[in-house]
């Protein structure tokens, strides 16, 4: 069996250092050539609260992950504090776009942040300012509940932990890693959005707030979760993510969009996937 070629970024710290600074050029100048052909980033911020919220949500910061030292997790609580507060009451005026990069800048050291939990490719390391994944995750999961369109979003592509104290479908989140692997939203509506972000008692909270309701709401639905085991012996998890767009006045559902259609390797212990919820793979091909 010939070997896998290595790429040039795994041949040492060095060659990753270099790959790395090149990724941060390629995307100053994708930048660049986004604002000169007339787009615009949201920077400003306001404290005082929109009066209208269109989508709330909360999520816990320390969760029981097997194999993971749960200081990791204690240090992730100071990181989103950190990196929660420059997003804090951003303000993203009709026409612009929200970079989750260029308002939380690159977590050092320096800047108080501590390692954390980050993923590469299925690999689990301990990084500075790791655990910001969250804070993408929870921002993402108010614009899937709102008109907003997403414009750059990365998905992690396996299953890396069982669920514990879940509470949006699998598959919403989107990953970060500075400042190559962006998430991004465009304010595409006729009014300024604001987001509100903060951490208390061990959870991670954040709002969408605007100035009055929209005309629709929006809900997000999972359809045919199951875990499967394939050809490869490997678990797959599965499903289909909706976008459900509501008339506010009457609520009649008026469209119905797939999101996402999940496919994503289990990279946990598969005695940890709840029994009931194991299909064959006869079952699967009937979907």
């Given at each position: 069996?010939?070997?896998?070629?290595?790429?040039?970024?795994?041949?040492?710290?060095?060659?990753?250092?270099?790959s790395?600074?090149?990724?941060?050029?390629?995307?100053?100048?994708?930048?660049?050539?986004?604002?000169?052909?007339?787009?615009?980033?949201?920077?400003?911020?306001?404290?005082?609260?929109?009066?209208?919220?269109?989508?709330?949500?909360?999520?816990?910061?320390?969760?029981?992950?097997?194999?993971v030292?749960?200081?990791?997790?204690?240090?992730?609580?100071?990181?989103?504090?950190?990196?929660?507060?420059?997003?804090?009451?951003?303000?993203?005026?009709?026409?612009?776009?929200?970079?989750?990069?260029?308002?939380?800048?690159?977590?050092?050291?320096?800047?108080g942040?501590?390692?954390?939990?980050?993923?590469?490719?299925?690999?689990?390391?301990?990084?500075?300012?790791?655990?910001?994944?969250?804070?993408?995750?929870?921002?993402?999961?108010l614009?899937?509940?709102?008109?907003l369109?997403?414009?750059?979003?990365?998905?992690?592509?396996?299953?890396?932990?069982?669920?514990?104290?879940?509470?949006?479908?699998?598959g919403?989140?989107?990953s970060?890693?500075?400042?190559?692997?962006?998430?991004?939203?465009?304010?595409?509506?006729?009014?300024?959005?604001?987001?509100?972000?903060?951490?208390?008692?061990?959870?991670?909270?954040?709002?969408?707030?605007?100035?009055?309701?929209?005309?629709?709401?929006?809900?997000?639905?999972?359809e045919?979760?199951?875990?499967?085991?394939?050809?490869d012996?490997?678990?797959?998890?599965?499903?289909?993510?909706?976008?459900?767009?509501?008339?506010?006045?009457?609520?009649?559902?008026?469209?119905?969009?797939?999101?996402?259609?999940?496919?994503?390797?289990?990279?946990?212990?598969p005695?940890?996937?709840?029994?009931?919820?194991?299909?064959?793979?006869?079952?699967?091909?009937?979907?």
């Amino acid at each position: 069996m010939a070997c896998k070629r290595k790429l040039f970024c795994q041949h040492g710290k060095i060659c990753y250092a270099i790959s790395l600074h090149k990724e941060y050029l390629v995307r100053d100048i994708s930048d660049l050539l986004f604002r000169l052909r007339g787009g615009k980033f949201a920077y400003r911020h306001s404290f005082e609260s929109f009066p209208t919220i269109v989508k709330g949500h909360f999520s816990p910061i320390l969760r029981q992950l097997k194999g993971v030292d749960l200081q990791l997790q204690r240090n992730k609580e100071k990181n989103l504090r950190l990196a929660g507060a420059q997003i804090d009451g951003i303000v993203i005026y009709p026409g612009e776009t929200f970079s989750f990069w260029r308002m939380v800048g690159k977590p050092t050291a320096r800047k108080g942040y501590l390692p954390g939990l980050t993923i590469s490719g299925s690999s689990f390391l301990s990084d500075i300012g790791g655990g910001l994944c969250q804070l993408a995750n929870l921002i993402h999961w108010l614009v899937l509940n709102s008109p907003l369109f997403v414009s750059e979003l990365h998905h992690h592509s396996d299953a890396l932990f069982p669920d514990e104290r879940r509470k949006v479908p699998f598959g919403t989140g989107t990953s970060v890693f500075y400042k190559n692997v962006d998430y991004r939203f465009l304010n595409n509506t006729s009014q300024p959005l604001q987001l509100r972000i903060w951490v208390k008692d061990g959870y991670l909270y954040g709002e969408l707030r605007a100035q009055q309701p929209f005309d629709f709401f929006y809900r997000i639905v999972e359809e045919g979760h199951h875990f499967v085991q394939e050809a490869d012996l490997a678990y797959y998890r599965c499903s289909q993510i909706y976008k459900e767009t509501y008339r506010r006045e009457d609520k009649t559902l008026l469209c119905r969009t797939l999101v996402l259609d999940n496919h994503s390797r289990v990279m946990y212990d598969p005695s940890l996937i709840p029994q009931d919820e194991i299909w064959s793979a006869q079952d699967n091909k009937g979907l």
